[in-house]
């Protein structure tokens, strides 16, 4: 009867996780990470049948993943917490941080 | 009135790299940190130094830039106005533009400028910031906020 409908959720999503969707779940919720970024035009995701991952690309030579940082913490530090989580991803890959942006309260910028 | 003070050497603040212990390249792989990044901590630590009136200002077009970026809706005032920024692997060059409050001098103001934006960059990127020029491109009289516009010469 409706028997590949059993491999979708209710939404109609798939069940299983690509791990890029995966990944990208675990970094934006690193400490210092606002959110995941597309670079400049948005391009650089992973590309999978429906939907595309912003700011990691896993497939490849390494592991890239595109974030945009909070205001205040340092940087290198929350590139480490992020090179964490990606290691069980990497399968001895590099695993290449790229900090694209950062989230400036609104109380800086309207400080002229 | 522009008044050019411009230097190179990161006197008054000592580095401060790679005493974090986190570095930037790691044999896990590299972190590479956006111009914009650097721009925006350049620019915020140059701004809440004292004396700072504003970023930006410099030559007619910038100005013009400036302007007309101010009508165009939805187009917020950018943090980082006024500064350019050179960034490699591990080293960064940061140029500010630069206009100070009336009364301030201006030779220790970009000293105080230079130690902040050094101290907040290198703090907050791990980079090494090899120089940071500051361009003083105006100055803020008191009289410039609440100047009436001329009246017309002719009725």
Same mark, same amino acid.
């Given at each position: 009867?409706?028997?590949?409908?059993?491999?979708?959720?209710?939404?109609?999503?798939?069940?299983?996780?690509?791990?890029?969707?995966?990944?990208?779940?675990?970094?934006?919720?690193?400490?210092?990470?606002?959110?995941? *970024?597309?670079?400049?035009?948005?391009?650089?995701?992973t590309y999978l049948p429906g939907r595309r991952v912003r700011g990691i690309r896993l497939d490849g030579q390494s592991v890239e993943v595109h974030v945009v940082a909070h205001w205040g913490t340092p940087l290198p530090p929350i590139a480490d917490r992020v090179r964490a989580v990606c290691?069980?991803?990497? /399968?001895?890959?590099?695993?290449?941080?790229?900090? +694209? +942006?950062?989230? =400036?309260p609104e109380v800086l910028l309207s400080r002229a | 009135?522009?008044?050019?003070?411009? /230097? /190179? *050497?990161?006197?008054?603040?000592?580095?401060?790299?790679?005493?974090?212990?986190?570095?930037? #390249?790691?044999?896990?792989?590299?972190?590479?940190?956006?111009? *914009? =990044?650097?721009s925006k901590i350049a620019g915020i630590a140059a701004r809440e130094v004292s004396g700072v009136h504003a970023l930006g200002g410099g030559s007619?077009?910038?100005?013009?830039f400036s302007a007309v970026r101010e009508r165009i809706p939805g187009a917020s005032q950018t943090v980082?106005?006024? !500064? /350019?920024?050179?960034?490699?692997?591990?080293? #960064?060059?940061? +140029?500010? +533009?630069? !206009?100070?409050?009336?009364? =301030?001098?201006?030779?220790?103001?970009?000293?105080?400028?230079?130690?902040?934006?050094?101290?907040?960059?290198?703090?907050?990127?791990?980079l090494e910031v090899t120089e940071v020029n500051v361009n003083v491109n105006d100055i803020h009289l008191p009289s410039d906020d609440n100047q009436p516009a001329e009246p017309a010469r002719v009725q």
């Open positions: 009867m409706n028997e590949p409908l059993a491999s979708l959720s209710v939404v109609g999503m798939p069940v299983t996780t690509e791990p890029a969707e995966a990944l990208a779940a675990l970094v934006s919720s690193c400490p210092g990470v606002a959110s995941l *970024s597309g670079g400049s035009l948005g391009e650089v995701a290691l069980p991803f990497a /399968s001895g890959r590099p695993i290449d941080v790229y900090v +694209d +942006d950062l989230e =400036v | 009135m522009t008044t050019p003070v411009e /230097s /190179s *050497s990161k006197t008054g603040a000592k580095p401060t790299s790679s005493s974090s212990g986190s570095e930037l #390249t790691t044999a896990q792989g590299q972190t590479t940190i956006a111009d *914009s =990044v650097v007619g077009t910038a100005k013009a980082g106005q006024g !500064v /350019s920024v050179e960034v490699g692997e591990l080293q #960064t060059a940061i +140029d500010l +533009d630069v !206009v100070v409050e009336f009364g =301030v001098a201006i030779a220790d103001l970009a000293q105080g400028i230079r130690r902040n934006v050094i101290s907040s960059v290198e703090r907050m990127t791990g």
